[in-house]
């Protein structure tokens, strides 16, 4: 089998490819995978298995009709990582985002059509829901993104869903919680606060940290992504999620005591324009009909990831962070 992955020199599109070509993922042990990745400043190819006989990279841009046209014959799955995906460049500046996340998704499945591709997996954000002060949302709440980064995946799902109801398409749309795990790159709010824990520097919290996310190892969203992949029914939409929420204040400051560090580091910087206060999904759809669960414990997954920045001090310390941190 032959799958193509977008975007998977990023952070959780590179965790699922070499975890695929690991052979960790039931009925894949064999696959062949090929990466289309535009490697901007947020893909890097040191994120993939150096010379894996069964992995092929292909530098190129989701909207690049005649890339996608040579490249997608003969790969039965596709599965859809690439993204812009930090809000506050969003923020910034949309342009980039519409482009990329909508544009780039519609030009992406006219060239699975052609190309007689079985399956698409379209990979989401709980962003697209936008804010629930109580309880979780399901598969089946109206989206209201907040913003732009959000409306930009948003428009990306339903693009998705009309070649599914129009073309008959087989496309499965899964929507995740905040991701953390190792090789995230430092403009997220998990690898930006041990960076700069690390150096000594102070971490910029927006508002009062209030603000509630629901957290996701990269491990337990990509297992996630791959029993939808497997076992999910066209047209359908999977919430992946973690388990465990916390607010940006109780998260900073268990990140200063696993990095030795003092509350006198905390900074705190005017909230950010349209922030969400907080995300819940609900996922018993995902555990329910194809036996999903989280096994990462966020304490535990925590400490390892302050782990890996500390010993590989050399790989973030070249990346360019861009705007100010996100604190999603």
Excluded at 16 to 23: E, K, N, P, S
Excluded at 91 to 100: C, K, L, N, Y
Excluded at 311 to 320: D, H, K, L, Q, V
Aim: net charge negative; aromatic share 6%.
């Amino acid at each position: 089998m032959r799958v193509l992955v977008t975007g998977g020199a990023g952070f959780i599109g590179s965790h699922f490819v070499r975890t695929m070509l690991a052979g960790g993922y039931p009925g894949y042990e064999d696959a062949e995978v090929t990466v289309v990745d535009k490697l901007t400043y947020a893909g890097d190819i040191r994120n993939l298995p150096s010379g894996h006989p069964r992995l092929g990279v292909v530098r190129g841009d989701l909207c690049d009709e005649r890339l996608l046209r040579r490249v997608l014959p003969g790969h039965a799955e596709v599965v859809h990582f690439a993204a812009e995906s930090h809000v506050d460049r969003s923020v910034a500046g949309a342009r980039e985002f519409v482009h990329t996340n909508v544009l780039g998704t519609q030009t992406l499945l006219d060239a699975c059509l052609e190309s007689d591709v079985d399956t698409v997996v379209q990979v989401s954000t709980d962003e697209v829901y936008g804010s629930i002060a109580e309880g979780s949302w399901t598969e089946a709440e109206p989206l209201l993104p907040n913003s732009p980064y959000a409306a930009s995946k948003a428009g990306a799902d339903l693009i998705a869903r009309s070649y599914q109801r129009t073309h008959g398409l087989d496309v499965r749309i899964t929507r995740c919680s905040n991701n953390y795990g190792p090789r995230q790159h430092p403009e997220k709010l998990v690898p930006r606060f041990i960076t700069n824990l690390l150096d000594g520097l102070p971490i910029p919290l927006y508002g009062d940290g209030r603000n509630v996310r629901e957290w996701v190892h990269v491990e337990d969203h990509c297992r996630g992504i791959h029993l939808v992949l497997a076992h999910g029914r066209a047209g359908e939409i999977y919430n992946i999620g973690g388990g465990t929420e916390r607010s940006n204040i109780e998260l900073s400051h268990r990140l200063l005591e696993l990095c030795g560090a003092g509350t006198e580091l905390i900074r705190w910087v005017p909230d950010r324009k349209g922030h969400d206060l907080r995300y819940s999904i609900d996922d018993a759809k995902i555990r329910t009909e194809l036996g999903y669960h989280p096994v990462r414990d966020l304490d535990e997954g925590l400490h390892e990831v302050v782990a890996w920045y500390r010993e590989n001090r050399g790989r973030w310390r070249t990346e360019s962070i861009g705007p100010p941190a996100e604190v999603p």
